[in-house]
């Protein structure tokens, strides 16, 4: 019996792969394909390393590479035209991901990415995004930068593979196209043709930037075995320890880092009117209560990050720029400030409030103690970053080292990292230390204060904020030596690095202000020979050396002998 059906029988379904092919087969879209191709690849080879270079007018240029590629699709017969295809599109595709790269490099560290050594700091990117805006965006972020590198070599590829298909079909307007765009360049360059400012029409960016980065990783090789020479390199490695800081015998010298404390927090615009009346008032403070200062400018090998560089280089007297040399320098016996003081009997601590993990360099640098964020007894709030306030870091270590009955002389080091970016939440200090306790005492800080995705999500509040920070973080410190500090109190404070150029802002230098106090006037004196400014505040003319001079002049100044020759 045959079936009955209620209603007209259904439509079929439409088949929309066979439909999408349809309209892509069509000569008007595969037109349209085929132009779309050759804008990616022209993009792609003109495609700057510098957000503010991303403009109109810069995209108003020939790039040689262009007719270079366009020629050797020419020539080259099918089977290794696609792989010549292929593998340009790779080498292309890869090039503009390291261009972008460069771009959040500059824009973090006023630097281009390192192809080679500097794929280690993508952890502390990572966690940066995590501690503004929560593990699931840092995760979210990581697959949109996946999908988005597979996007472009995905796009690059399929560009030059379009391109050389349509060569395969019209070779001999594709050689005379090839020929005029060549000659068009080498017009261009040789007249030196520009059609914005001094950015001139003939292109060569993407040849002279490969080229660059290939001779930037040879240059790493060769530093490695030039670096290992420079270790061996040092004045003070045959001094005995008893004839070694001679003129500190009974002090306690701290050595202090503050996060991102720039020249630009003392200088900038819009930053000195925040930070330098601390410094000034710091002074007046620090004056009535026995202590004198002098201060001058480090310029710091890094920029914006990497303070495990600026570290390694004040303790080491070398210029440490980058991983590879950092990892080199820690397997030495290269001989570093805290050692030289554990050497001459000192008990040598450092205080890191910032680790949250084992740290086995310790052992280079010649630490006794390595106190953490692990048991430096906090029960407070994170804040961003930062695992614990300064204020709380500089209170324990009066528990842990300072204040403890009965020690020797003690040489500390100790980073603080409330002014660690992003800068939100910033704690409030407590005029009374003893409300500090065990960090409790925060917790509805955090809960009130600016989160980092609202701070960042309005750029023009980041620079306030970072200044905020630092004005906290030096309130704490000078506070604490007003307070706590005693007559055999020897005290160096500087900064590791500027902040990001956003807080910085554009041009900024290297530069990071350093502070030496005392209530011992012949401390002081030791380093009259190195003309710095009296006070908290370094003088815009105060003298600059680079940060791995320091060691070989705290030497020399508080030894009982020069250096050899």
């Known amino acids: 019996m045959p079936e009955i059906q209620d209603g007209p029988p259904a439509a079929p379904r439409p088949n929309i792969a066979k439909t999408v092919k349809t309209v892509i087969q069509k000569p008007g879209m595969q037109r349209t394909l ?4 050759a804008v990616i690849l022209f993009v792609a080879l003109i495609f700057p390393n510098i957000l503010s270079r991303l403009t109109p007018p810069a995209l108003l240029r020939l790039p040689v590479e262009a007719a270079v590629i366009l020629g050797l699709l020419v020539v080259l017969p099918g089977r290794a035209r696609k792989i010549f295809a292929v593998i340009t599109g790779v080498l292309v595709g890869l090039l503009v991901i390291e261009k972008c790269l460069d771009m959040g490099f ?105 080229w660059d980065r290939a001779h930037q990783a040879r240059a790493g090789l060769r530093d490695e075995a030039n670096f290992a020479k420079e270790v061996q390199s040092d004045a003070f490695k045959t001094v005995p320890p008893a004839q070694m800081l001679t003129a500190l015998k009974g002090k306690d010298v701290i050595f202090t880092f503050v996060e991102s404390y720039g020249r630009s927090a003392v200088e900038g615009v819009a930053l000195a009117p925040t930070v330098t009346p ?77 680790a949250t993990r084992a740290w086995p360099e310790g052992n280079f640098y010649g630490y006794d103690t390595v106190w953490d964020s692990r048991n430096l007894g906090y029960r407070g709030p994170k804040f961003s970053w930062s695992p614990m306030p300064d204020q709380y870091t500089l209170k324990q270590l009066n528990t842990i080292e300072y204040k403890k009955p009965g020690r020797g002389p003690l040489m500390v080091e100790m980073p603080l990292v409330s002014s660690h970016t992003p800068w ?112 908290l505040r370094p003088q815009p003319d105060s003298p600059v050396w680079p940060m791995s001079d320091f060691r070989d002049k705290f030497f020399t100044a508080f030894g009982q002998q020069t250096p050899a020759s």
């Open 34 to 37: 085929t132009i779309l191709a």
């Open 106 to 210: 500059f824009e973090e560290l006023n630097r281009p990415f390192d192809p080679v050594l500097d794929w280690v700091l993508f952890d502390d990117a990572f966690s940066f995004v995590v501690d503004s805006y929560g593990r699931p965006a840092a995760i979210a972020a990581v697959a949109v930068i996946v999908a988005l590198i597979g996007s472009i070599l995905a796009l690059t590829c399929w560009s030059v593979l379009r391109v050389g298909a349509l060569v395969a079909r019209h070779r001999k307007r594709s050689a005379f196209a090839a020929a005029g765009a060549g000659a068009a360049w080498a017009l261009t360059f040789s007249l030196g043709v520009s059609v914005w400012g001094a950015v001139p029409v003939a292109a060569r960016s993407t040849a002279t930037y490969a």
């Open 278 to 354: 601390v410094l000034d008032q710091g002074t007046a403070q620090l004056a009535q209560a026995g202590f004198a200062a002098r201060s001058g400018w480090l310029t710091s090998p890094t920029f914006g990050g990497g303070s495990w560089l600026a570290h390694s280089t004040f303790e080491s007297g070398l210029w440490i720029n980058n991983e590879q040399r950092y990892r080199n320098l820690v397997a030495t016996d290269r001989l570093t400030l805290t050692r030289s003081f554990r050497d001459a009997s000192w008990r040598t601590v450092s205080v890191m409030p910032g």
């Open 424 to 535: 939100a939440p910033i704690p409030d200090y407590l005029p009374d230390w003893n409300q500090v306790g065990d960090g409790s005492i925060y917790n509805g800080m955090v809960t009130d204060a600016k989160k980092p995705g609202a701070l960042w999500a309005d750029p023009r509040k980041v620079r306030a904020e970072y200044g905020r920070s630092i004005v906290y973080s030096l309130t704490s410190l000078i506070n604490w030596v007003r307070q706590y500090g005693d007559d055999n109190l020897v005290m160096v404070f500087l900064g590791d690095h500027q902040p990001s150029p956003i807080a910085a802002g554009e041009g900024a230098s290297h530069d990071v202000p350093i502070t030496v106090l005392a209530k011992d006037p012949k401390v002081l004196d030791r380093i009259t020979s190195w003309g710095w400014a009296d006070g």
